[in-house]
């Protein structure tokens, strides 16, 4: 098993408020003081994405089942109410970060059962695109060692009476399974990926960078613009990494506005956008599309381009973001790969809270 790559920046945000019922006292304490994990969390919905599933229970029925097999002490660590509200972070369902823990326990660790960690799996895999599963072990593996050795779980609610909400979290990482509880909302809320393939400075290109194909496709995209469509989409200043609320209808987005592009340059974005939503199951690719269409579609986004941070000054851009009324997809790529999104069906829906940066 690989070592996890050291990550200054992801570090120096880990968040690490906590809950006072966590563990015992000694435990608390030894936790704080290293300050290495956080009580908050975002949203998620899963579903069987494809055949090869379709033998496995659904991600939904599965988080059901562990419940179901938690003992009070479990409980009492993973679990949270529907709407409980932490001091700083406010209603923990929304909150998402770069590198952050909802609760202590590790999946790997002894405070879970071989049964219990074989069903998070399960569950994990069952909200990826099959065949994506691979491509996200990787991840896991250069960031922080593998599956289960950094990531956590919480739950809040109660499957199989009412809204419930399965949040996995940890470096580069917010996976969400709700059932459709989150109204209104992709993903069940704000989530979070990324990739430091090639240590914590990527070199140009992102060599063994899962992610980094998004990024080349939107650049084909760039390369399609004219003169004075690229000098529209060119942006300067980056925003602040974590800076993904909703502007509206009314807002001036940075960037192009995609309406303006031709016909062949709007259906190669079309391509960008099924490759974002693409490591996800059907389901949720779904509703991100369902989402976008009730806010006009991409005709209603603009396409940003960033200069700053461009690594090795190769005009290849490291950072872009697709922005609409309510859909945000932030892609920073500089020093290594961070991308944050935020989709729902209309600017009304707040989601409240993102961590700093």
């Not at 940890?170 to 430091?196: K, N, Q, W």
């Not at 309406?259 to 199951?281: F, G, N």
Request: aromatic share 10%.
């Amino acid at each position: 098993m690989s070592q996890p790559r050291p990550c200054p920046d992801c570090d120096a945000e880990l968040i690490v408020p906590r809950r006072t019922f966590l563990k015992s006292s000694a435990l608390a304490g030894a936790a704080l003081a290293g300050g290495g994990f956080i009580s908050a969390l975002p949203n998620f919905a899963i579903a069987a994405d494809a055949p090869a599933a379709a033998a496995k229970p659904a991600p939904e029925s599965l988080v059901k089942l562990l419940y179901e097999t938690f003992t009070p002490k479990q409980k009492e660590t993973l679990c949270f109410d529907w709407d409980h509200q932490h001091p700083k972070f406010g209603l923990l369902r929304t909150y998402v970060a770069n590198n952050w823990n909802i609760t202590e326990p590790s999946i790997n660790d002894d405070f879970f059962t071989k049964d219990q960690r074989k069903m998070v799996r399960d569950i994990f895999t069952g909200i990826i695109n099959p065949e994506w599963v691979k491509k996200i072990d990787k991840q896991l593996e250069d960031d922080a060692g593998g599956f289960g050795n950094q990531q956590s779980i919480a739950l809040f609610g109660t499957p199989g009476s009412g809204k419930y909400e399965f949040v996995m979290t940890g470096r580069h990482m917010t996976l969400r399974c709700d059932g459709d509880s989150a109204e209104h909302v992709a993903f069940g809320g704000p989530i979070f990926y990324g990739h430091a393939a090639d240590g914590f400075n990527e070199k140009p290109g992102h060599p063994g960078n899962v992610f980094w194909p998004q990024a080349q496709a939107a650049n084909k995209v760039y390369e399609m613009l004219d003169e004075k469509q690229r000098a529209e989409s060119l942006q300067a200043k980056l925003p602040r990494e974590q800076s993904v609320a909703f502007q509206g209808s009314k807002a001036k987005l940075p960037g192009i506005a995609v309406k303006e592009l031709s016909s062949d340059q709007q259906a190669e974005l079309q391509k960008v956008l099924t490759l974002l939503i693409e490591p996800y199951r059907q389901s949720e690719r779904d509703e991100v599309v369902n989402c976008l269409k009730k806010q006009g579609g991409l005709e209603s986004c603009a396409l940003a381009f960033y200069s700053d941070g461009d690594i090795g000054s190769d005009k290849v851009w490291d950072n872009w973001r697709l922005e609409g009324p309510a859909f945000v997809w932030y892609f920073r790529g500089t020093p290594h790969v961070h991308v944050w999104v935020n989709v729902a069906d209309d600017p009304a829906v707040v989601t409240n809270s993102i961590a700093k940066a």
